[in-house]
């Protein structure tokens, strides 16, 4: 029987221009997932730290007032970064710092955003312009920065140095107090949509940016957190390198301090 001979070597050579291409398919499809992947794990990372800020925001409200319960005052800025409040006789030496964290009874890392940055502490203006424990507790020379008094004045004989009239009430608005700007608008200025309005203490997470001295070199929406003046911005989230922003803004207003107060002794504030 004649047998017929089969030449592989155009099988093996078509065989093996398929695994190349393959191969080649293969590796530009785990590179995509790799990115991919890459690009998810570090998604995940920032919503992490993301949370982790807004949780730390939640611890540092609820220790200013259990210190003002404690103290029967709020503490002022810490501006020399030694993790104590600073003041000038009984007002606050900046009305803009670092949260005196030793003074809270917290640690760094909890005055600190997912990041690592130091969370921003803003108190009422006032505090740091003039002898606020000279000002009577009701109106009208009681105002929000007697929130941060630390002695008493006549005619209280102790502290606290305001009571349920101490401005703001919701009649009247507080000099030195902050508003927070919604994220709806486009500008913010004193006349915008306000997410929060007459704030006595605003805290602020910078974030993945973290702080910058130059404040000019931010987007408009974080530059308006970056100033010192009483505007803030609660704006939207926004990833791009031109309009940046992820800053996390949280509060504490005259109400919050009161109602702390009321809840823990009715008659606190008689």
């Not at 929000?144 to 009649?171: G, H, S």
């Not at 507080?174 to 500008?187: E, L, M, P, Q, R």
Request: aromatic share 8%; proline share 4%; charged share 15%.
């Amino acid at each position: 029987m004649n047998r017929k001979s089969v030449d592989y070597s155009q099988s093996y050579r078509k065989q093996s221009g398929f695994n190349l291409v393959e191969l080649a398919l293969v590796l530009v499809i785990i590179g995509i997932l790799s990115v991919g992947g890459f690009q998810m794990i570090q998604s995940q990372r920032d919503s992490a730290k993301y949370s982790s800020s807004k949780q730390s925001l939640q611890q540092v409200k609820q220790a200013l007032l259990a210190y003002a319960l404690v103290n029967q005052y709020l503490p002022c800025p810490d501006t020399n970064q030694d993790g104590r409040e600073n003041r000038n006789g009984s007002r606050c030496t900046a009305a803009t710092g670092r949260l005196p964290y030793i003074d809270l009874g917290l640690n760094k890392a909890n005055v600190s955003d997912g990041w690592g940055n130091p969370i921003r502490y803003a108190v009422n203006q006032e505090a740091a312009s003039g002898n606020i424990c000279a000002q009577s507790a009701s109106p009208p020379a009681g105002r929000a920065a007697n929130y941060f008094c630390n002695t008493p004045t006549a005619p209280q004989t102790a502290l606290p140095q305001f009571d349920l009239n101490t401005l703001p009430t919701q009649v009247v608005p507080s000099t030195g107090d902050y508003s927070v700007c919604d994220a709806s608008v486009n500008n913010c200025t004193a006349a915008s949509s306000m997410a929060a309005d007459n704030q006595s203490v605003v805290l602020v997470a910078f974030n993945k940016d973290g702080y910058i001295s130059n404040c000019n070199s931010l987007s408009t929406q974080e530059r308006e957190n970056c100033d010192t003046d009483t505007l803030y911005w609660a704006a939207r989230f926004n990833n791009s390198s031109t309009a940046f922003f992820d800053d996390t803004i949280e509060t504490i207003s005259g109400y919050d301090i009161k109602k702390a107060f009321l809840e823990n002794n009715p008659m606190a504030l008689q």
